[in-house]
């Protein structure tokens, strides 16, 4: 048990027995900035999390990018073998913890650098991708985003649902337009997560997800993972309690069985660099994240996640639907769909 945590011991062991699973943390795409920032994975490890999903890329970064900060990725991870584990299934994960290792996965965000091609997200899934979404905030050939005139999904992105679901590879829909997202919700054979996304009837922010999709969301088995971004839990602010509030929220609205937890932290010593709404204004609109910093105060911190579980036991939430919450979930959608 980790005592620099600071949390009660009943908080602390249960932590320390559950399987804990950010669903998504964000690298720079800066071949100049990544040494910096992998070196930030230890986060992870201090605070009792065993399987991290680290992005590649997003949908404004192209095809050449997303492969060089994949190389990079797994490179360094081999490298440092003693701590970390790139894993390829579930079991990878529990022999991760046992070894006292943090299991690392990949995710994309947006198709837009695969363009028609396909057979790219097999090869992306070898090198560790399990989950993608279609499109980032923009519409692109496959999809519509939450920021552009809503396409929904198109022939093109129903062949990319299909193959991710022969590879098994998870279909994310945070990002999407509502058009979209039902579109694949009624489309999908496997289970869909939103793995960064909070409810919007808690904030009127376009990322963040209405009802109707939430429950589309778990109606196919899938999970909704609660994002740590303050300008997204409201008042631009991010401790325990302001996520257990979207937590309080998603699990009276879909069930806690359908809960899980994705921060979006940002991994670099430079915010700003990362998050330029100025330079990117066709991913993110001014009216929406003008003025949006994104420092330790707004963000979240893998460090906090033991204190999310101790609030949550305070919440009156169950053993059960804390392990749950915190990665059980995940799990069980894993077993459903990685191959």
């Given at each position: ?186 489309y999908a054979s496997n289970p869909v997560i939103f793995s960064h996304s909070n409810p919007r009837s808690l904030v009127d922010h376009p990322r963040n997800v209405p009802d109707e999709l939430m ?125």
């Amino acid at each position: 048990m980790n005592k620099h945590w600071k949390i009660e011991k009943d908080a602390a062991l249960l932590h320390e027995k559950s399987v804990v699973w950010d669903c998504h943390g964000c690298m720079p795409q800066s071949m100049e900035q990544l040494p910096m920032a992998i070196s930030q994975l230890s986060q992870y490890r201090d605070a009792g999390v065993d399987i991290a999903h680290i992005n590649l890329g997003d949908s404004y970064f192209p095809l050449d990018s997303l492969v060089r900060v994949a190389a990079y990725l797994r490179h360094w991870i081999k490298a440092h073998d003693g701590e970390y584990q790139l894993i390829s299934s579930v079991d990878d994960i529990y022999q991760a913890k046992k070894n006292g290792k943090l299991a690392v996965a990949f995710d994309i965000e947006g198709g837009q650098a695969l363009q028609e091609q396909v057979s790219l997200l097999e090869f992306f899934y070898d090198l560790g991708v399990r989950w993608m979404l279609l499109s980032y905030n923009k519409s692109n050939l496959l999809a519509g985003g939450c920021h552009d005139e809503d396409t929904g999904l198109t022939e093109l992105g129903r062949r990319f649902v299909d193959e991710m679901a022969r590879i098994g590879m998870i279909t994310c829909c945070s990002h999407t337009g509502y058009r979209t997202a039902m579109d694949i919700f009624e489309y999908a054979s496997n289970p869909v997560i939103f793995s960064h996304s909070n409810p919007r009837s808690l904030v009127d922010h376009p990322r963040n997800v209405p009802d109707e999709l939430m429950k589309a969301c778990a109606n196919t088995g899938g999970v909704q993972c609660i994002n740590g971004i303050g300008f997204f839990l409201g008042g631009d602010t991010s401790t325990p309690d302001t996520i257990v509030r979207h937590i309080d929220y998603a699990c009276e609205l879909i069930g806690a069985e359908h809960v899980g937890i994705g921060l979006d932290y940002v991994f670099t010593g430079d915010f700003a660099s990362d998050f330029s709404p100025e330079d990117h204004s066709d991913y993110w609109p001014a009216e929406y994240y003008q003025g949006s910093e994104l420092n330790d105060d707004t963000l979240f911190c893998p460090s906090q996640l033991p204190q999310l579980t101790e609030a949550l036991m305070k919440r009156g939430y169950s053993d059960d639907n804390i392990r749950g919450i915190l990665g059980e979930n995940m799990i069980r959608v894993a077993r459903q769909v990685w191959k």
